[in-house]
C-alpha cells in the first residue's frame, strides 16, 4: 500500500526582517562525555582520525570558549570539557548530515555545552552547568540566527544510584521545561539519547526514563548496540558517528511537521507556501 498526502499551508504575515531565515541554524550539545565526544581516546590521548561524515565545512560553525564563532573541527568540545580528551563526538556526523539532507536551513552554528562525568542533577536550573548552557546559547544568538533544537546525551552517571535513575524521568522533563522557558522558546525541539553504556547497574531504569519521555517535540534515538569503545563505557568512532545520523533523522522530523509553520510565524516571512509530503509505504513479503 502507498499512501501519499499533501498538506498545504499559507501565511500571509507581515515581514519585519524579510532576511531572516538567511541566518545561522543554532544546535546547542549538551550533556557528558558521549556528546562531549571520546570517540579515537585510546589512554588519554585522541588519535586524531577524523572520518569522512565528521570533516570540517564552511557552513558549519562553532562557538568556542571565548563565545566566538569559528569553523568547526573537531573535537568539538575541546575547549568547554577541559578536563578530560576529547575526541569524536556526534556532533559534526549530525551537522554533515543535515546539510546533506538539502534542508534549506543556512548555516550551522553548533554550541558545544557538554561535561563528561556529570550528573543531570548538575544540569539543574540554577547550578553552574545550566547557568553556563543559557550564557553560551545566548552568546550564540548575539549576530542573529535560530537556535533549531537541543541535543543531549547524558545519563550515564545517573545509573550509578537508584535513587537518581528513579527520578531521571522527572529531572529530565523539568530541565527541558526551564530551558524552553527561560529561551522563551516554549516548542523548542529536543533529541535526546538513549544510552547505550553506563557506570552503574541501573542502566535500564535510566533508558526506560529516556525512551519514556512524553512532552511535545520531544525525540529520543536509542544508542544501543553502537559500537563501545575498548574502555567499555564511551562510544568509538564509529558509534559516536552513527549517534549524530540518527540525531539528523531525527531533526529531519521536526522540520518536515513544524519547522515551516513555526518559522512563517516567527521569522516574520510573507506568503510562505508549504507543502508537506507524507509516504507510508508497505510492501509485503
Known amino acids: 500500500m502507498l499512501l ?5 499551508v499559507i501565511s500571509t504575515t507581515n515581514a519585519s526582517d524579510g ?27 585522541w588519535n586524531e582520525y577524523v572520518p569522512p561524515e565528521c570533516q570540517s565545512s564552511p557552513k558549519i560553525l562553532r562557538l568556542n570558549s571565548e563565545h566566538k564563532w569559528e ?4 573535537p568539538l568540545h575541546r575547549d568547554i570539557d577541559i578536563l578530560k580528551a576529547c575526541g569524536i563526538g556526534p556532533g559534526l556526523a549530525f551537522a554533515n548530515s543535515v546539510l546533506k539532507k538539502n534542508i534549506s536551513i543556512g548555516d550551522i552554528g553548533l554550541v558545544p555545552c557538554a ?3 556529570t550528573q543531570i542533577s548538575q544540569w539543574r536550573r540554577g547550578h553552574t552547568l545550566y547557568k ?10 548575539q549576530d542573529g540566527g535560530i537556535i533549531r533544537a537541543i541535543l543531549w546525551y547524558q545519563g550515564e552517571s545517573d545509573t550509578r544510584s537508584q535513587e537518581d535513575a528513579k527520578l531521571y524521568k522527572m529531572r529530565l522533563a523539568k530541565l527541558i521545561t526551564d530551558i524552553r522557558s527561560d529561551l522563551k522558546l516554549p516548542e523548542l525541539p529536543v533529541i535526546l539519547v538513549a544510552l547505550a553504556s553506563a557506570e552503574g547497574p541501573y542502566i535500564d531504569e535510566v533508558r526506560k526514563a529516556q525512551l519514556g519521555i ?4 520531544v525525540k529520543c ?3 544501543k548496540g553502537m559500537q563501545i569503545g575498548s574502555d567499555g563505557l564511551h562510544l568509538s568512532t564509529e558509534g559516536e558517528v552513527q549517534v549524530g545520523q540518527m540525531m539528523a533523522n531525527a531533526f529531519t522530523q521536526f522540520y518536515g511537521l513544524i519547522f515551516f509553520v513555526w ?23
Not at 132 to 140: D, F, G, N, T, V
Open 115 to 117: 561535561i563528561g562525568g
Open 214 to 217: 512524553d512532552l511535545p517535540n
Open 263 to 285: 518559522a512563517s510565524f516567527s521569522d516574520g516571512l510573507v506568503g510562505i507556501l508549504i507543502i508537506i509530503h507524507i509516504y507510508v509505504l508497505n510492501i509485503a513479503e
Open 132 to 141: 553556563q548552557l543559557m550564557s553560551r546559547a545566548h552568546a550564540a544568538l
Open 221 to 223: 534515538v536509542d544508542a
Open 19 to 45: 532576511n531572516a531565515s538567511q541566518g545561522k541554524s543554532i544546535f546547542v550539545l549538551a550533556g557528558q562525555s558521549n556528546m562531549a565526544g571520546r570517540g579515537g581516546i585510546n589512554a588519554g590521548v
Open 4 to 8: 501519499s498526502c499533501s498538506i498545504l
Open 71 to 74: 569553523e568547526a573541527r573537531p
